[in-house]
């Protein structure tokens, strides 16, 4: 699968960040956030990636092409389904649905981050 990149991106080098911590794992319709893009853009190390969807069903092939790709599920809460493979981590969230990642931000309480 392919993840769609607007070859006009001038943030090619945070983007292979991203890839290399995701270990290119890349569901299609899947929209990365969460800290990783934090900590991508301030140097930190990224922890986990943090993978969201628009609906079940490319949740679900997301899941199924995570054991393809020889991803271990290590948890799954009603929140997120979480997968390794060597040092890399994965979370494809389940608690809800964006149709995009304005949907997702409006949705997440940052005070719980406080």
């Known amino acids: 699968m392919e993840m769609h990149i607007s070859p006009a991106t001038k943030h090619r080098a945070e983007l292979a960040k991203i890839m290399a911590a995701a270990d ?14 934090t900590s991508a853009f301030t140097g930190r190390e990224i922890n986990d990636i943090d993978i969201y969807f628009g609906c079940v069903g490319d949740f679900q092939l997301a899941v199924q092409d995570a054991y393809d790709e020889g991803w271990w599920c290590v948890s799954a809460t009603d929140r997120a389904v979480t997968f390794i493979r060597g040092p890399r981590v994965i979370q494809l969230m389940c608690f809800g ?6 949907e997702i931000f409006d949705a997440f309480d940052f005070t719980a981050c406080m």
């Open 24 to 37: 290119s794992f890349q569901p299609e319709r899947g929209i990365i956030a969460g800290g990783a893009l």
């Open 97 to 102: 649905f964006f149709a995009s990642p304005a």
